[in-house]
């Protein structure tokens, strides 16, 4: 019988609130003594408060470096936490949306994911602990507040001796411990993922579409998790050839790239397209959630077009035929292309802070159907995480239905609804004062009686600190990112990203909408609003940058 041990630890860690979605510090911080034990004895602790009843947890993350370390710490301290069946992926490996799925359908308490999304991983990279609740969604600002406290004033943590299991095959042990029985099943990470995606589209569709148009696609996993599911939808159901799909092997270090879906950091994918072999090139984040897509020639869709474009095609999607559209939801820095949607449609539209979880409130309560964030996210209530593959499905799925290019889609998107052009500028690794010392900066034009300067020839009516209060649970969000909105409805946010590992990232968005020079170019078109940004922010000065460190 495996006994429980009561480990004291000699002082707490006071560094461990989670950001918009979980924990995450460089790898080096997570591996000082007790400092992973403190944050998870701390979830382990919150879970059995909110649900003394469910013991069922979920255990899986991104493949990354430091993981085959925490799966086993986490299996011996559920277990000596009372936890009695857990669940883990073969290799220790569940795309976020995979476990999302998972958790809703197994019926699990919840689930902890190690993952710190398209953060670089390897040894001097990153590292994440996230907890998702019983939804499937991440954990909301209660439920993260709660952790957090108990981690500034933890002294001890539970464990189990070291216990004999192996993740590398499919199978369910037994352990018998002095908490009793506990069940560890090793389970596909992508099979109830896939037949939940293989319910929503019509996949046998989309793979004729192919075959009769003779069209090659492409997709890149970035070392990522999501790779098997890539092989397994995209290889096996869709018919499209091995070679065609790169970098789907899931590596600890990415492959010593950084898995982020953009254009500076997909860079392979969008030579690939540029080269015209491909009509539609999808890209995938270390954990599977993310996504960016591409057509022909490398034609770069902004994730606030593809939201906007999915909303006003749901008819070329199975899952939302014959079903009331509840309405769609945007986060703050998130274009208003898909506001153009609802207001034609009919449909409500709510604009969220930056974070999923904010989502998941508003799904639960049958408010919206659909929804993303600038920030290469998007999804729907099928789950309550953002599913990269699922936005690359659906695209593929209105293709299939229209039977035109990406690029032909968006066009006549912007044609009809006028165009959102956008821009996002990320200031990243700012020492914490630089980023402050920004923040405080653009704060002052807050102010009542703060005279806002012009963007450009257009004047400037309004500068807030947004805040959110949740329709359905009156939960408040404060101090989510400053916004300068013209009379013409241009906007210039500045946030902090909530992301980082460490010091500070001030993202900055620049968006201008209109309807008659749809075809122009985006970055002189924002030049003045680039200018007015580097004006009220003094961020050159502020952080000794002269420019920022990706654009998007």
Known sequence: MTKTNRVVTETPYLDQKPGTSGLRKPVKTVQQVHYTENFIQSILETVCELDPSNRKLLIGGDGRYYNNVVIPLIVRMAAANGFKELIIGKEGLFSTPACSAYIRTHKCVGGIILTASHNPGGPDGDFGIKYNVANGGPAPDN????????????????????????????????????????????????????????????????????????????????????????????????????????????????????????????????????????????????????????????????????????????????????????????????????????????????????????????????????????????????????????????????????????????????????????????????TTEQGAAVMAAVNNYTAPDCSLPAMGVTEVKSCVNFSYTDPVNGDRALNQGFVFTSVTGSRVIFRLSGTGSSGATIRIYLEYYSTSEVDGDAQEILSPLVEFALLVSDIRALSGREAPTVIT
């Open 143 to 430: 439920v993260t507040n709660a952790i957090f406290q108990k981690t500034k004033t933890r002294s001890f943590y539970n464990i189990l001796d070291p216990v004999d299991i192996s993740i590398s095959k499919i199978g369910r042990t037994v352990l018998e411990t002095d908490q009793g029985q506990v069940v560890v099943e090793v389970v596909d990470g992508v099979a109830c993922h896939e037949e939940l995606l293989g319910t929503i589209f019509d996949l046998p569709k989309i793979k004729d579409y192919l075959l009769q148009n003779n069209l090659c696609i492409t997709a890149d996993a970035m070392a990522g998790v999501m790779g098997s599911t890539v092989h397994r939808i995209f290889g096996d159901i869709l018919g499209v050839d091995s070679s065609h799909l790169i970098r789907c092997t899931p590596l600890p270090d990415f492959g010593g790239s950084h898995p982020d879906p953009n254009l500076v950091y997909a860079a392979e994918l969008v030579t690939i397209m540029e080269s015209g072999k491909y009509e539609f090139g999808v890209a995938f984040d270390g954990d599977g959630d993310r996504n960016m897509i591409l057509g022909k020639n490398g034609f770069f869709v902004s994730p606030s077009d593809s939201l906007a474009v999915i909303t006003a095609n749901l008819d070329c999607i199975p899952y939302f035929v014959g079903k009331t559209f509840a309405g769609v939801g945007r986060s703050l820095p998130t274009s208003g292309a898909v506001d153009q949607v609802a207001k034609k449609l009919g449909f409500a539209i709510y604009e969220t802070p930056t974070g999923w979880k904010y989502f998941g409130s508003l799904m639960d309560a049958d408010m919206i159907s659909l929804c993303g964030e600038e920030s290469f996210g998007t999804g729907s209530n099928h789950i309550r995480e953002k599913d990269g593959i699922w936005a690359a499905l659906a695209w593929l799925s209105i293709l299939a239905s229209r039977q035109c290019s990406v690029e032909e889609i968006i066009r006549s998107h912007w044609k009809e609804y006028g165009r959102h052009f956008y821009c996002r500028h990320d200031y990243e690794a700012l």
